[in-house]
């Protein structure tokens, strides 16, 4: 951990970036990843809805802007986006552009040169799109699609001009190795921001009954990816309040400098009054 600080206060300075999501169309999802409530292929509570309106996501981004947030995420559920929503999410992001001082960004699956190309267009800035785990461990995750899918829509993302976020979820079984060579992946891919999420064991999925990382396990994944990553936005997203509890702020004394506010997928996060209060706590001890 101390040398992570050392390592983020060196490379990155007092950086500490937000950013906020809207779930834009929930559940139906074809895919199997067994961490996750909105495929078909478990029975969970997660509502099930069509892409939201225009009016309803250029609100969202608006409140993420007054939050603090400087991107905003379009999530869709689904292995890949299909053409009517595409051609709906290129007119909203036009607008949201053009009427919040805000970076769009979208996460909507596995996509093709092609579709990057029309959203980067439409003024879309970052194309989020996890790896979730190592490419080693992947396949005990999900069967639906594979690990090079992923890898090739990353790239696929870069060759249409649009900066990448990308990283995945600890805490579903895998090995220390498996979280090292998931962030060399993500090196090896140049992405420009990197989200850690700490999962959570929701009812319905397979992980259900997955027992929960120690504190000092997650603190020291922390500290590795900080190392093997050090000049690119570590950001904590879903699991962060619920499994470091107490402890997450010493996640950013061991090198994340950045967050997910106002909640996440399926899950509620904390008020963003309160994640503001934190940060500029966290930014004095930084010095």
């Not at 009427?99 to 190309?117: E, Y």
Request: net charge negative.
């Amino acid at each position: 951990m101390a040398k992570a600080l050392e390592v983020k206060l060196a490379r990155r300075g007092r950086k500490f970036s937000l950013c906020s999501i809207i779930n834009a169309k929930s559940g139906q999802c074809s895919e199997d990843c067994r961490f996750c409530t909105q495929s078909v292929h478990y029975s969970t509570d997660t509502p099930a809805y069509p892409l939201k309106s225009g009016a309803e996501i250029v609100t969202a981004a608006s409140m993420a802007k007054e939050d603090g947030a400087t991107h905003f995420s379009i999530v869709t559920s689904g292995k890949k986006i299909n053409n009517a929503d595409l051609a709906r999410l290129e007119e909203i992001i036009a607008v949201i552009r053009d009427q919040v001082d805000i970076h769009v960004c979208a996460s909507l699956g596995i996509g093709t040169l092609a579709d990057f190309q029309i959203l980067k267009k439409a003024g879309l800035s970052r194309y989020h799109h996890n790896l979730e785990t190592s490419k080693e461990f992947f396949y005990e995750m999900v069967s639906t699609h594979t690990f090079k899918e992923r890898v090739d829509t990353i790239r696929a993302a870069h060759e249409a001009g649009l900066e990448v976020c990308a990283g995945g979820i600890i805490g579903l079984g895998e090995t220390e190795d498996d979280r090292v060579s998931m962030a060399l992946s993500l090196a090896e891919l140049q992405v420009e921001s990197v989200p850690l999420n700490i999962l959570i064991p929701l009812p319905g999925t397979p992980l259900a009954d997955v027992q929960p990382l120690q504190i000092h396990e997650i603190l020291r994944a922390i500290a590795l990816f900080r190392l093997i990553l050090p000049d690119v936005p570590l950001r904590l997203a879903a699991g962060r309040e619920s499994q470091l509890a107490d402890f997450l702020s010493s996640a950013f004394m061991a090198g994340a400098d950045g967050m997910m506010i106002g909640g996440y997928l399926t899950q509620r996060g904390r008020k963003a009054e309160t994640d503001r209060q934190f940060v500029a706590e966290i930014q004095k001890l930084w010095g």
